[in-house]
């Protein structure tokens, strides 16, 4: 049987002024799965990520998407076509309350039209609360963004990646700078949100991801080194040698 795959990248290729940061990358996602991209330091992965995100283009090869060659697509694109992304770096409006961060990312998707009708301003905060209580802020949607704490902001620009109702969720090490109980709580999240959607994140620590991910994607040195169940990719010597002295 073969796997339906939502995202599919075919010899991708990055080089930043002749070095080669992503070498000749083939490797397929699958429909309604969490996969997990990870590697040592500089093994390709935040490469990767703004590749599949489209912050910059491949130099070679191509990122499809459910049969869209993504190429060429502009950034703001990628939310219109069912791809939208949360970052390492915040991305929120810290002087807004955490609720209009949220309906501010719903507004930009329904357009302007819609705006000024008071039951559509309604349904658009209805939406906005539902997002924040399923990522955890539903008891601080009057706060401002800027008050709440780093795994807060880092649930709130998930709420925002969210209001695209994406179909597949990027994530770029989601637990970074996070305390323990603030990972755990993020770890249990992103469970949650990979119930009802494709889920691809890139993280450097190994461990952390083995336990929750359907797959895992391996980079070392910029190339692909293994990809399979977390069971085969313990197993695997390769994977093994790679991360040894590392943890
Ligand atoms: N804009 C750039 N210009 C030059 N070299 C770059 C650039 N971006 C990344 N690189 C190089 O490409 C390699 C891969 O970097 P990348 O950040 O993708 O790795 P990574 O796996 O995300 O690493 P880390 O876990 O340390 O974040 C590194 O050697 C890095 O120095």
Redesign the pocket.
């Known amino acids: 049987m073969t796997a339906d795959l939502i995202l599919r990248t075919e010899n991708l290729t990055r080089r930043?002024?002749g070095?080669t940061?992503l070498n000749d990358v083939s490797v397929g996602f699958e429909r309604g799965k969490l996969t997990a991209i990870i590697?040592p330091?500089?093994?390709?992965?935040?490469?990767?990520f703004n590749l599949l995100s489209g912050t910059f283009p491949p130099s070679e090869g191509r990122v499809v998407f459910e049969q869209r060659d993504l190429s060429g697509l502009k950034q703001h694109e990628f939310a219109h076509v069912g791809v939208s992304k949360s970052f390492q770096i915040t991305n929120i409006f810290p002087a807004f309350s955490v609720l209009e961060n949220v309906r501010i990312a719903l507004q930009a998707r329904v357009g302007r039209l819609n705006f000024w009708s008071r039951r559509a301003a309604l349904a658009l905060d209805d939406r906005a609360r539902e997002l924040l209580a399923l990522v955890g802020l539903g008891a601080h949607t009057r706060r401002t963004a800027r008050e709440l704490a780093h795994g807060q902001q880092r649930a709130l620009e998930i709420a925002i990646a969210l209001a695209a109702d994406p179909k597949l969720l990027l994530m770029d090490e989601p637990t970074a700078g996070m305390s323990p109980e603030e990972t755990r709580s993020m770890m249990d999240l992103i469970v949650q949100l990979a119930a009802e959607r494709t889920v691809v994140l890139v993280e450097?620590k190994m461990k952390m991801v083995m336990g929750i991910s359907d797959r895992i994607v391996v980079?070392h040195h910029?190339e692909l080194l293994a990809t399979g169940k977390p069971d085969d990719i313990r197993a695997n010597d390769e994977v093994k040698r790679v991360y040894l002295g590392q943890h």
């Not at 330091?41 to 990767?48: E, H, V, Y």
């Open positions: 930043f002024a070095f940061a590697g330091n500089g093994a390709g992965k935040s490469t990767f450097h980079l910029g």
